[in-house]
């Protein structure tokens, strides 16, 4: 069964960073694009980051580019998103999401973690 | 950046009733559309991928047709476990946006 169990959020002070993880299991880690989409409480749904499979290939929201760093461990079949100099508004639900294909995008994400919330706020 | 466009951004309905939503992309996307189910408290789920195909498991109530800037998804004989947010994704190029999204209610 494929699987995505993300880890690390929590309450962090305005200016600090944290960073989450997202193990995947069930399926060939390596073998996939994977991305980070959040989401306020109560509001829609933000991209924020995605990585090919091999880790070579890295895209960012203009929202999040030069403060954020997406990064994978296929030896152990890990995700990151390093998040630095935190704002209030990127408060919000992180969700980790597999891809179909190896190439860095957001093609078919066919399964998600059930999310990890980050709150900055002092 | 493209910029996706949904409506309406609620609609309520009847069981059983044909529910449709619409998606615009700002720039021609061809086909790379998805859409998205997300029921209160939950993950969302990919329902349609590249504008019309059928995620596996989905029932085929749902479906989905357009191409280029115009876009369609269709909830064919609304079901009442059909409560939730609808969003379109374009997959097409980076930042890969998603639209508003659509809170379907039953009437």
């Known amino acids: 069964e494929l699987q995505l169990v993300e880890s690390g959020g929590g309450l962090v002070q305005p200016g600090g960073s944290l960073r989450v993880s997202c193990i995947g299991s069930?399926?060939?880690?390596?073998?996939?694009?994977m991305s980070w989409v959040r989401q306020v409480p109560g509001k829609g749904l933000e991209w924020v980051s995605g990585?090919?499979?091999?880790?070579?290939?890295?895209y960012y929201a203009d929202s999040v580019k030069g403060r954020f760093t997406i990064s994978r461990d296929n030896s152990r079949n890990t995700l990151f998103l390093q998040m630095n100099s935190l704002r209030a508004e990127d408060t919000a639900v992180y969700y980790c999401?597999?891809?179909?294909?190896?190439?860095?995008?957001?093609?078919?994400?066919?399964?998600w973690g059930q999310g990890s919330l980050v709150t900055v706020s002092s | 950046d493209i910029q996706m466009t949904q409506s309406p951004s609620s609609l309520s309905a009847s069981v059983g009733d044909r529910v449709t939503i619409t998606c615009q992309a700002s720039?021609?996307?061809?086909?790379?559309l998805n859409w998205y189910q997300q029921k209160p408290g939950k993950v969302p789920k990919l329902l349609i991928y590249?504008?019309?195909n059928l995620e596996a498991g989905v029932p085929p109530r749902f479906s989905g047709s357009g191409s280029g800037t115009d876009f369609t998804f269709t909830i064919n004989s609304l079901q009442s476990e059909d409560i939730a947010t609808y969003y379109c994704?374009?997959?097409?190029?980076?930042?890969?946006?998603f639209g508003p999204g659509t809170k379907v209610h039953i009437k």
């Open positions: 999401a597999k891809d179909d294909i190896s190439a860095a995008g957001f093609t078919r994400p066919d399964c």
């Open positions: 069930g399926f060939t880690f390596s073998n996939y694009a």
């Open positions: 990585i090919s499979g091999p880790g070579a290939t890295t």
């Open positions: 720039q021609d996307i061809d086909n790379c």
């Open positions: 590249d504008a019309s």
């Open positions: 994704q374009q997959c097409y190029d980076v930042p890969f946006a």
